[in-house]
């Protein structure tokens, strides 16, 4: 199982980004991933990396459908990786409110929007001629030719239909705040069946896309809870109705908490939050490699919002050597 690191925060001056970027080449982690964000967006922050002169994998996930037209889409990942390197975005329709904000209603079918969307980019970005008119998206054309490192399409995996979709279509599902036997028991098989589907039609008999899964981590310490960590990481997504179904669908009923600490506590209880000792938290993300991730993101965002930066820096190299994804400091 590969390893990388979610920024913990929202991007406000891109110079922030420089100290991670920093830790994914001195360490060896797979990649630097950002979440859709509205501060600087994840695209143009990405470019100030390559600018400053750094080059090193990216992941995108996930970028947030109404934003942009399929055809920006591509050339927003076509333009970015031919700046920084091999490059994975994920899409994703969003929550209602964010659909109905955006374009005036929400999706009638997120599932149908997803395929359309996801097929347009996916062939634009490998250099095809499209010629599509569908529900929601039309295009008809091409991207300007010229050599480009990979790109990874993913789509943002919460449930069942979208995993199945995500097999269908994708290089790749990306899922957030989904605990390991979720993954396993309902992602994975999914995936699978997608797969299927789609090689039962193109005598395609490759495996199933890859699983990304960034999962919320911290270590428990003198005046550090896990259930605070969990609230000062995910405490929106414990009120968004999309994240609440997911994890209800994995046995984890925040929407009955009594109180916001209450919903974070049965995050952690569930395994969508992985914490403890140092070692507690070495067998809970090594539970994700058995469930069948390919590449695990560990989102510190809950210690970043408690201790900063610098603290939060320690922490995630703590991890990396605890779970053997790095050479201790010396040796």
Known sequence: MLYSVLLPFSTVKPRQLLPWASVVERTGLERLWEAQTVTVEPHQSFSYLAGSGTRIPLGMGVALMPFRHPFEAAVQATSLARMSGPLVVGYGPGGRNLQEMLRGAAYRSPLTA?????????????????????????????????????????????????????????????????????????????????????????????????????????????GRTGAGLARASNAAHLRAPHYIDMLGRAGIDVASATSPLGAAQRLVDGGGFVTGDLDNVVRGLKEFEAAGVDELVLNLTGVYNKVGPDRTIEELESILTAVGAMEPPGS
């Not at 991207?143 to 995500?166: H, Q």
């Not at 797969?195 to 310490?221: F, H, N, Q, Y």
């Open 114 to 222: 997803t395929r359309e969307y996801v097929t347009i980019v996916r062939d634009l970005v490998r250099g095809k001629s499209v010629d599509f008119s569908g529900e929601y998206f039309q295009c008809h054309g091409a991207l300007g030719s010229g050599p480009s490192p990979r790109i990874e399409i993913a789509l943002g995996v919460l449930r069942e239909k979208m995993a199945r979709l995500a097999g269908e279509t994708a290089d790749a599902a990306i899922t957030w705040l989904a605990p390991a036997h979720y993954l396993r028991d309902t992602i994975v098989p999914a995936l699978r069946e997608g797969r299927a589907m789609a090689a039962e039609g193109a005598g395609d008999e490759s495996e199933r896309p890859r699983l990304i899964a960034i999962v919320p981590v911290g270590l428990e310490r003198a």
